[in-house]
Every structure is written in structure tokens, then in C-alpha cells.
């Protein structure tokens, strides 16, 4: 069931690729934007608009399917059980969504407290630029889980690197961003934690809410 979605998904978006090349390439180059760049694409705002939906949707559900086959590992594979497949990852796909939502509210406010308009504009292309980034390299540990099935550290192993490395650059390219004299360590100290460690607090208490919810009502038996 998850293979057929993700093998959909991946033939969307090499479709959406071949028709958004130019897209792809900006997307890639806005990590790298600096406090000078104004502009984000020069197509129209109807298909970035929709580029960036199916990219961040993408990046969404690929993660949602990586938690269930993580914390499931070989019971899916032994006890497929497709209702229940499809009701947890919904659950985890509404749950990162909600989690996305909070983390760019957050930007928002950073944006409207620490500078300009125009520089909050471009701390959040350096965001949905990396976030959808490492979106695409989420195909690799989501298809070894499902297709291989077996050595899931390895997969394990992969996406931790690739977290990490989201993470580091897009704290080194914020703190690039915002950093002056007079707020840089106000800023670095409010960044850490309103960015990085409460949100991943609240996530990882709400992941291990659901994951007792699963075990206590025997959803895989």
C-alpha cells in the first residue's frame, strides 16, 4: 500500500521536474540567497504557488510515511493492514502539517521582531528552499525501507545525516542572515530555543502520545 503511494508520488514529481526545471534550479539557489536577493521566481505566482505546494506536501508525507515504517519496522511487513495504515499515516501526515505550520509561524514572528519585511521574505525562501531539499532526499531511506525491508539502520542511519545536515545549514544561513552587533546573541539565544529545541520537544511528545495510543489499543494485532 505505502510502496504503491510513494512509487505515485515519484512519478508526479519526476513529471512536475520535467516541466518545472527552471523552478528546481531556483529552488536550489535560494539556499544559498543572501540579504540581496528580491526575487523568488520569475514565473508566474500561480505555478510557484503550486510548485511549492506539491514540494512541501511531498516533504510531508514522505516524512510521515518514514515515522510509521520506523516505528512499525517488520509489522508492517508481516501484518500488512491497510485501514490502519492509512489512518495512522494520515495522522502523522496532519501532525507534521501541524508542525509546519507552527515552525513558520515562528519564522513570521522572528521576521517581524528582528528585521525588515523584505529580509523576513528571504529568511523564509532560505527555509522552504532547504526544507523541500531535503524533501526529495527522503525517496532514498522511505524506498529501502520499503523495498529492501531489512538492514533498516541503514535507512535509519541516512535520514538522521540528512536531518541533521537540514538543520545545521539552515541555522548557519539564518544566523548569516541575522546576525549584528547589537541583537546577534539575543537572537542566537531566542533562535535556539523558539526554533530548535521546543518545537522538536512538542513533536517528540506528541509522536510518543500517538505511539501509546497505537500500542495501547493492539492496533497491529
Not at 538522521?160 to 545536515?165: D, E, K, Q, V
Request: with cysteine; net charge positive; glycine share 4%.
Amino acid at each position: 500500500m505505502l510502496l504503491i503511494v510513494v512509487m505515485v508520488m515519484l512519478s508526479a514529481f519526476a513529471l512536475i521536474f520535467r516541466l518545472n526545471v527552471p523552478l528546481f534550479g531556483k529552488m536550489i539557489s535560494n539556499i544559498n540567497a543572501g540579504e540581496q536577493r528580491q526575487s523568488l521566481f520569475d514565473t508566474t505566482e500561480k505555478d510557484s504557488f503550486l510548485f511549492n505546494a506539491f514540494m512541501t506536501f511531498q516533504t510531508l508525507l514522505l516524512f510521515s510515511i518514514f515515522l510509521f515504517s520506523a516505528v512499525t519496522g517488520q509489522d508492517y511487513f508481516t501484518n500488512p493492514n491497510i485501514p490502519k495504515t492509512i489512518t495512522i499515516t494520515t495522522i502523522l501526515l496532519a501532525t507534521s502539517f501541524l508542525f509546519y505550520l507552527f515552525k513558520k509561524m515562528i519564522y513570521s514572528i522572528f521576521g517581524r521582531i528582528f528585521v525588515e519585511k523584505s529580509i523576513y521574505k528571504m529568511m523564509f525562501v532560505n527555509y522552504q528552499g532547504l526544507f523541500c531539499t531535503w524533501g526529495v532526499s527522503l525517496y532514498l531511506p522511505v524506498l529501502w525501507i520499503l523495498l529492501v525491508g531489512k538492514y533498516l539502520f541503514v535507512a535509519y542511519i541516512f535520514f538522521t545525516i540528512s536531518y541533521l545536515a537540514f538543520r545545521i545549514t539552515l541555522i548557519y544561513r539564518f544566523i548569516h542572515i541575522f546576525f549584528n552587533k547589537n541583537t546577534g546573541l539575543l537572537f542566537f539565544n531566542l533562535y535556539l530555543c523558539a526554533q530548535e529545541i521546543i518545537p522538536l520537544v512538542f513533536l517528540y511528545e506528541g509522536l510518543i502520545y500517538l505511539y501509546n495510543i497505537i500500542e495501547k489499543n493492539n492496533i497491529w494485532q
